[in-house]
T-cell receptor
Framework: QQPVQSPQAVILREGEDAVINCSSS?????VHWYRQKHGEAPIFLMI?????EQKGHDKISASFNEKKQQSSLYLTASQLSYSGTYFC????????????FGSGTRLLVRP | NAGVTQTPKFQVLKTGQSMTLQCAQD?????MSWYRQDPGMGLRLIHY???????DQGEVPNGYNVSRSTTEDFPLRLLSAAPSQTSVYFC?????????????FGQGTRLTVV
């Protein structure tokens, strides 16, 4: 069962912020975030493990709410290079070794 | 390091033909997997392997076979191609099967079945 991502699409002006959510109905061991540009392979952004930690990478950060089985990706002061499709991937405790991805969130940053 | 290498990059098959998509990694990763990507559906797991000689099914395994005779290689076989298998296929590898290490993706194989 795929995690649910929202929103499906976002359009921003350069410098604006965005939040992308990823939720699961089952207990999660880890949440991965990847970005994919058109015609390219997905590129790793970060991993969050159970424990509710928050990670950051430049102006992109993420949190993992273990109680809600939900993760959020925060894009701050967006840049044109942030455009692409963002995927969350989850590994559940009851389904080991399987990294299952959501359907993606398309992000477009305009000048 | 080349990372994860997939061949071919593009392929057109006729319905009923069989073929093998190749995937090789040179990072000594334990875990390898195959995904297919269709518009609006994200990446769906086909098969995965936690080490040489060990494979298992993912979300959408029907119509595909895999084997893992070496750590480096993880080929995906289409037994009898169908138009529904038209997709972009990605191979990925990770250092560990524990889900706590990043996945490295190959550049993909765009397959069209006519």
């Amino acid at each position: 069962q795929q995690p649910v991502q929202s929103p499906q699409a976002v359009i921003l002006r350069e410098g604006e912020d965005a939040v992308i959510n990823c939720s699961s109905s089952k207990a999660l061991y880890s949440v991965h975030w990847y970005r994919q540009k058109h015609g390219e392979a997905p590129i790793f952004l970060m991993i969050l493990l159970k424990g509710g930690e928050q990670k950051g990478h430049d102006k992109i950060s993420a949190s993992f709410n273990e109680k809600k089985q939900q993760s959020s990706l925060y894009l701050t002061a967006s840049q044109l290079s942030y455009s692409g499709t963002y995927f969350c991937g989850t590994e559940r405790f009851d389904s080991s070794y399987k990294l299952i991805f959501g359907s993606g969130t398309r992000l477009l940053v305009r000048p | 390091n080349a990372g994860v290498t997939q061949t071919p990059k593009f392929q057109v098959l006729k319905t009923g033909q069989s073929m093998t998509l190749q995937c090789a990694q040179d990072m000594n990763h334990e875990y390898m997997s195959w995904y297919r990507q269709d518009p609006g559906m994200g990446l769906r797991l086909i098969h995965y392997s936690v080490g040489a000689g060990i494979t298992d099914q993912g979300e959408v395994p029907n119509g595909y076979n895999v084997s893992r005779s070496t750590t480096e290689d993880f080929p995906l076989r289409l037994l009898s191609a169908a138009p529904s298998q038209t997709s972009v296929y990605f191979c990925a590898s990770s250092y560990s099967w524990e889900g706590n290490t990043e996945a490295f993706f190959g550049q993909g194989t765009r397959l069209t079945v006519v």
